[in-house]
């Protein structure tokens, strides 16, 4: 058997993660704070103990309620920075990470060259302070409007030189 420690310290990648469903408790709560949100719970320890998923739905859930706290491009550059720190503490080198820009345009109104710079800007600040790298995939939302899903296509093949890899689905 392989000694944990072992296991730490390989670099690792991780090819399937959300970002908006990755945000450790104590950010959701930072953002939550600065953006006046308000949460089903105001500790690190009760938004844990929430973060604990038990199905799919809850997943989502959770998924919107952190995505309804992101509301500015510093925001999002910032989520993206403590995802690469998380995963720097976890020796993941890269993470193919799904992004989910419509919902984010919807529920806060930043545009999406607003937020891929944002993203950017998070990208390459863990690439050289770091060493860790990340390439997004920009996903559909099922069940949302055409219109909507085409516009999410155009934006991943138009950024395809900033970061974005591939177009996801995403949703129920």
Same mark, same amino acid.
């Given at each position: 058997m392989v000694p944990i420690e072992v296991c730490r310290a390989m670099p690792k990648v991780e090819l399937h993660v959300h970002l908006e469903g990755s945000v450790r408790?104590?950010?959701v709560? %930072?953002?939550?704070?600065?953006n006046g949100v308000t949460l089903p719970a105001d500790t690190v320890e009760g938004l844990a103990e929430w973060f604990t998923f038990r199905d799919f739905p809850h997943f989502v859930e959770i998924?919107?309620?952190? &995505?309804?706290?992101? %509301?500015?491009?510093?925001?999002?550059?910032?989520?993206? %920075?403590?995802?690469?720190v998380g995963q720097a503490e976890q020796n993941i080198l890269w993470s193919e990470v799904t992004y989910t820009a419509t919902t984010?345009? %919807?529920? &806060?109104?930043?545009?999406?060259?607003?937020?891929i710079d944002a993203l950017n800007r998070a990208m390459a600040w863990g690439k050289k302070e770091l060493g860790v790298g990340m390439g997004l995939i920009v996903d559909v939302v099922r069940g949302r409007p055409?219109?909507?899903?085409?516009?999410?296509?155009?934006w991943a093949v138009g950024?395809?030189?900033?970061?974005?890899?591939a177009l996801g689905l995403a949703g129920n």
């Amino acid at each position: 058997m392989v000694p944990i420690e072992v296991c730490r310290a390989m670099p690792k990648v991780e090819l399937h993660v959300h970002l908006e469903g990755s945000v450790r408790p104590e950010t959701v709560l %930072r953002l939550a704070e600065r953006n006046g949100v308000t949460l089903p719970a105001d500790t690190v320890e009760g938004l844990a103990e929430w973060f604990t998923f038990r199905d799919f739905p809850h997943f989502v859930e959770i998924y919107v309620a952190v &995505s309804n706290c992101i %509301r500015s491009a510093e925001d999002i550059e910032f989520i993206g %920075r403590e995802f690469l720190v998380g995963q720097a503490e976890q020796n993941i080198l890269w993470s193919e990470v799904t992004y989910t820009a419509t919902t984010i345009k %919807r529920m &806060s109104g930043v545009p999406w060259d607003e937020q891929i710079d944002a993203l950017n800007r998070a990208m390459a600040w863990g690439k050289k302070e770091l060493g860790v790298g990340m390439g997004l995939i920009v996903d559909v939302v099922r069940g949302r409007p055409l219109e909507e899903a085409i516009q999410t296509a155009e934006w991943a093949v138009g950024a395809r030189d900033m970061g974005v890899v591939a177009l996801g689905l995403a949703g129920n």
